[in-house]
């Protein structure tokens, strides 16, 4: 085979690959645009403003609370800060630190023993405080999970940039091969032969 058949054969699969690649990063790259756009316009529609550091709580040991202080919550980074180091804080203050399912069966527990003594005054006011946590530890939990996925999508949005760099790398590099490949075609005699027995 000719040695200038072989480069060009190589220098045009390269191109080919390159193109293919470089598709993909696009791909990867629009859906990391995607990603960062969602997660900052929702997160922006629920108008969450971080506490200012001034008017944290003095033991606050979270940095990330005190960098973000008096900003508007709008990245997945702030989402997870907001999410573990503020609202987790206050729920355990709650209930003495129960989740919602933990308060919810004491709730149930309690409606069991008013079913069998209906006229116990002191079990319906408790009754009421404990379904007061329930309804509150709930929707917490609730804000900070939902806090806390726009999290993870924003992280898939982050590695698929990150993937997407590399396939513009590996494009250029593959291109930059194959443009040397037609320049080592061309400036090779048309006789030379590779590959021969």
């Known amino acids: 085979m000719k ?4 480069d060009i ?4 699969g390269g191109l080919a690959v390159a193109a293919l690649i470089l598709v993909l990063g696009l791909v990867l790259q629009n859906q990391a645009n995607f990603a960062k756009n969602y997660v ?3 997160l922006a529609a629920q108008q969450i403003t971080f506490t200012p550091a001034d008017k944290l709580a003095p033991d606050t040991q979270a940095q990330c609370l005190i960098d973000n202080g008096g900003q508007p919550l709008v990245t997945g980074k702030q989402a997870e800060c907001y999410a573990n180091n503020y609202i987790a804080v206050h729920l355990t203050a709650i209930d003495d630190g129960k989740t919602y399912s ?10 069991a023993q008013i079913k069998a003594d209906p006229n116990n005054a002191d079990l319906q006011a408790q009754q009421k405080v404990v379904a007061g946590k329930v309804d509150t530890l709930f929707k917490g939990e609730t804000l900070r999970g939902l806090l806390l996925t726009s999290y993870g999508f924003s992280i898939f949005g982050e590695r698929a940039a990150q993937a997407a760099m590399v396939c513009f790398l590996v494009a250029g590099v593959l291109f930059l091969a194959s443009i040397a490949g037609f320049i080592h075609a061309f400036t090779t005699s048309k006789d030379e032969k590779v590959l021969t027995a």
């Open 3 to 6: 040695r200038r058949t072989l």
């Open 102 to 111: 933990q308060a919810s069966s004491d709730n149930q527990a309690l409606q």
């Open 40 to 42: 900052h316009d929702q």
């Open 9 to 12: 054969v190589f220098s045009v």
